[in-house]
């Protein structure tokens, strides 16, 4: 049976796009071998990848590999400087850019901003239709270190102008804090599942998921954590997923009685990270106990928020 001339179109850039993304993922394994340098945080989304390119699967993978390259750089100004690229595949990738994602804890949150959108417009010009991670990897050495130097010499100093001395340094950004309140139709898959626990882990945050039908995640640290957490869960496939409320507090990292961990810790409600279920009902056993969910969120000082979510005040 011949196929039409556009389904067979289809099927040629689908194999091409799964060919050229299957070639970087095992170039960036030979180039990055050691545990501590690329993570691959989905295993299967690249077997399924791999089964497809080999021919020994029709169907077009619609999962997302996600994966991790931790570096450490030196730069003229800082030595060590860890940096994290954070990369998260589209299904169309190359002809769609990933979602690539540079955590460094020396960098303030305005400072990864800016390096994040600089780093996105050189993506859009210099790789569309091409494989980019390795080229933003190598962006990211090459340049991070104009970023850094914001704020190891002066805040109000642009890359390649003379530093203006001033008796009175800069006050440092602080810290932030965050805890998202993610609403989703329903949660159901258990790969879906199974990430949410494990990048929860891997990116220190506590907080809970809630499945079945409407699916409610929580999750608390670190701003920058909690951005890289919803930025891996907003490209799963979805019928419906938002965040329906965040809160944002700043971190006092003056006080020399604790640590910014410590204070961070200070603000949790929640300890750990669990899936919690609160007696499942329904033909599919998909749909919780509404009042224990609010007992569940007013223990941790967070009732309020039920009413958020469901449009009434929990009891």
């Known amino acids: 049976m011949t196929l039409p001339v556009m389904e067979s179109s289809n099927i040629m850039v689908h194999l091409e796009q799964a060919e050229s993304h299957l070639a970087e993922i095992e170039l960036l394994s030979s180039m990055y071998p050691g545990e501590d340098e690329l993570v691959i945080t989905d295993q299967l989304a690249v077997a399924e990848l791999r089964e497809y390119v080999e021919g020994a699967t029709d169907t077009y993978p619609q999962s997302r590999p996600h994966i991790l390259i931790k570096q450490k750089l030196d730069t003229d100004t800082v030595k060590g400087v860890n940096v994290t690229i954070s990369c998260t595949y589209s299904s169309d990738y190359p002809n769609v850019l990933p979602e690539i994602a540079v955590r460094c804890p020396d960098l303030s949150r305005s400072q990864q901003a800016q ?67 993610i609403y989703s139709h329903h949660i159901y898959n258990k790969r879906k599942r199974k990430n949410i626990l494990e ?67 200070s603000l949790r409600r929640f300890t750990g990270f669990e899936e919690a279920m609160f007696d499942p009902h329904g033909n599919r056993g998909n749909h919780m106990n509404l009042g224990q969910l609010y007992q569940y969120l007013n223990e941790r000082g967070c009732g309020d928020v039920f009413q958020l979510y469901f449009g009434i005040e929990g009891r």
């Open 115 to 181: 390096l994040h959108s600089h780093m996105n417009t050189y993506l859009s010009e210099s790789c569309r239709g091409d494989v980019c991670v390795l080229s933003a990897v190598e962006w990211v050495k090459d340049n991070v270190h104009l970023y850094l130097t914001d704020k190891t010499t002066s805040s109000s100093t642009a890359p390649g102008k003379k530093e203006s001395r001033s008796t009175c340094s800069s006050p440092q950004p602080k810290e932030q804090f965050s805890r998202l309140w």
């Open 199 to 265: 990048w929860s882990k891997e990116l220190d945050l506590s907080g809970f998921s809630m499945p079945g039908k409407p699916g409610i995640i929580c999750v608390e640290g670190p701003q920058s954590a909690c951005e890289d957490f919803w930025a891996r869960v907003k490209v799963l496939t979805w019928k419906k997923i938002i965040i329906r409320h965040r809160e944002d507090v700043a971190v006092d990292s003056r006080s020399a009685e604790a640590s910014v961990a410590d204070n961070t810790d």
